[in-house]
């Protein structure tokens, strides 16, 4: 626990930070109702935790499963993740989203084969120093793979903390966030750490639930305060609604003879960062003349396919796909690396941005039904 002088709401709590009680009540709920049988825990090897936390980060357990079956099926160590082709990591992620992750992922690594002989590190501080860990995702592993203490403060441990000391304010608060910090790591016990972890993180998704708790079959219901207080729903307060800017994109699917597609690989950084998308026009833009000037050749006559939006945590994206037909573009075009004509009767593996990968599937689709 810090040494620093806890601030005035923390102070309101200290008598419940010594009921000792508190872990044994959760773990007793574990051993009768926790997960113990999910993938990555047969075996909890370091390895295996770590890709499953970094992929339930703002992910849910049933939608992971399968991406992590594929993903070790592909990449059975960190050795083979290392040296695999970014493009294979990628369409090993693609369709899970938040795609830094599979990034940071892959570029982790490789770090950990050059700072630490292919070893996953136990240490907090080295856990933090690979990209895509942060103090959270750093305790589950050290907590979950290697049975050492740390605490954890994922979504759904700050939301059963949150409701059982009646801890108001948006989590995401600096205020807010350190208390919740200072609460689990007075909570978690020494022993028995990693069924601790998981329990706390199984009781916030299969009982303490966002929407509808089901407050009957808790095993914190007699000492949680939001449940006295009759007002579960109150906390942790969801944070701040913004209204999200709308953006409007084209998407230009370019045919070519052979009903091959136009692909480019956009940049490492930003949306979709290292995934392959379709070209895409300003919708200002006259398409002909920007082919012309972008690309470098004519297309034929355009045709728009139904808009779809794509929404990303910080803006709605408006796509409007548009199909033209063009003649292949010389060959100087394409040395950079960064376009290949794709088969969609011979598709390879690379990683699509998720829009991009069901307007592919809808003209794929189309095409055998004609």
Not at 152 to 160: A, H, P, Q, S, T
Not at 196 to 201: G, L, S, T
Not at 248 to 275: F, K, M, S, Y
Not at 298 to 321: Q, V
């Amino acid at each position: 626990m810090s040494s620093q002088a806890p601030d005035s709401q923390a102070t309101a709590v200290e008598e419940p930070l010594r009921d000792e009680h508190f872990s044994d009540r959760i773990l007793a709920w574990f051993d009768r109702h926790g997960r113990k049988h999910l993938p990555w825990q047969q075996p909890p090897a370091p390895y295996r935790v770590w890709v499953s936390e970094i992929m339930l980060q703002q992910t849910q357990v049933n939608t992971v499963i399968g991406y992590f079956e594929r993903f070790m099926d592909a990449f059975p160590d960190i050795a083979s993740l290392a040296q695999a082709d970014p493009d294979q990591v990628m369409h090993h992620w693609s369709g899970l989203g938040y795609y830094a992750r599979a990034r940071n992922l892959h570029r982790s690594a490789g770090l950990v084969m050059e700072r630490h002989h292919g070893e996953l590190p136990d240490d907090m501080e080295a856990l933090q120093a690979l990209p895509g860990i942060g103090r959270s995702t750093a305790g589950a592993i050290r907590s979950l793979a290697f049975g050492k203490y740390a605490p954890i403060l994922d979504g759904n441990v700050k939301r059963v903390l949150a409701r059982h000391f009646t801890i108001e304010g948006w989590p995401g608060q600096s205020r807010v966030l350190r208390h919740l910090w200072r609460l689990s790591d007075a909570l978690t016990p020494r022993q028995r750490i990693a069924d601790y972890n998981q329990a706390m993180m199984d009781l916030g998704a299969m009982v303490c639930a966002r929407g509808k708790p089901a407050c009957g079959v808790c095993p914190l219901v007699k000492s949680c305060q939001a449940h006295a207080q009759g007002d579960v729903s109150r906390y942790p307060l969801p944070k701040p609604r913004q209204k999200l800017p709308v953006r409007e994109t084209r998407l230009l699917i370019l045919v070519d003879a052979d009903g091959a597609i136009l692909l480019e690989q956009r940049p490492p950084t930003g949306i979709w960062g290292g995934l392959w998308s379709l070209p895409e026009c300003p919708p200002e833009r006259p398409l002909g003349e920007w082919c012309r000037r972008e690309l470098g050749y004519e297309t034929g006559k355009a045709l728009s396919l139904p808009p779809r939006r794509h929404s990303f945590s910080h803006f709605h994206l408006d796509i409007t796909p548009v199909v033209l037909p063009v003649n292949k573009p010389a060959k100087g075009l394409m040395d950079a690396g960064a376009r290949v004509w794709y088969n969609l009767s011979r598709p390879d593996d690379r990683g699509l941005a998720a829009p991009v990968s069901r307007i592919l599937q809808e003209i794929k689709s189309s095409d055998t039904d004609q």
